[in-house]
């Protein structure tokens, strides 16, 4: 079964750092590209960054190119977005979610449950 | 960016009754490969998205099949047949034709009145 497990959000300062994890179980995140995705709470679904099967290619949003970075550690089949000068248009829950393969690429048939960053003083 | 506009922001609907939301792309969405990447996903109160609906009109596994999608180019549309209680939440019409970004509407809430 299909699993994506988030962790790492929580209160942190403007300018401060944090970083999100996403734990994958059931499939290898070699074999699929990834995605971050956050929502403002009660707002919509925005883009934030994207990292292929091999990770050599990684894509940002324009509003956080520069301050976040995606990785991944294959031994331990975890996403993460580590988030650098963090500022209070930040706050949202940031979902992970799993690109489609074959047939299905260009969709998300898997999101994690969400975890939420809060940035304020 | 290719920006999309749903209405209505809001359906009250009445159970057993159908619902229709619409999904306008600033720009054709049908990528230079011939697909047509419009997706349709459901947000349930305190739930992660899901996806209901891909490439316009194909439905997602375990998706019941009152949920359907139609449209072309620049417009396109997501029908509930018959709206059960379950299916209150709030649904986003998204692309993935042009990246980067993918990028959602703005939600439709569907509410039972």
């Known amino acids: 079964e299909v699993q994506l497990v988030e962790s790492g959000g929580g209160l942190v300062q403007p300018g401060g750092s944090l970083r999100l994890s996403c734990a994958a179980s059931?499939?290898?995140?070699?074999?699929?590209?990834m995605h971050w995705v956050r929502q403002v709470p009660g707002k919509g679904l925005m883009w934030v960054a994207r990292i292929d099967g091999d990770g050599s290619s990684r894509t940002y949003a324009d509003s956080v190119e520069g301050r976040f970075t995606v990785s991944r550690d294959d031994a331990k089949n975890t996403l993460y977005l580590q988030m650098d000068s963090l500022r209070g248009e930040d706050t949202a829950v940031y979902y992970c979610a799993r690109e489609g393969a074959g047939d299905l690429l260009c969709l998300y048939d898997y999101w994690g449950q969400g975890s939420l960053v809060s940035v304020s003083s | 960016e290719i920006v999309l506009t749903q209405t209505p922001l809001s359906s009250p609907v009445t159970l057993g009754q159908p619902a229709s939301i619409s999904c306008k792309s600033s720009h054709s969405l049908v990528h230079s490969d011939g697909n047509t990447y419009l997706n349709w996903l459901q947000q349930r109160p305190g739930q992660p998205p899901r996806l209901l609906i891909y490439?316009?009109?194909n439905r997602f596994p375990g998706v019941p099949d009152r949920f359907s999608g139609s449209g072309a180019g620049t417009d396109f549309t997501l029908k509930i047949s018959r709206v059960e209680a379950e299916d209150v939440g709030v649904y986003y019409c998204m692309q993935a034709t042009q990246f980067r970004p993918w990028t959602f509407g703005q939600g439709t809430k569907v509410e039972i009145k």
């Open positions: 059931g499939f290898s995140l070699r074999s699929h590209w």
């Open positions: 490439k316009v009109s």
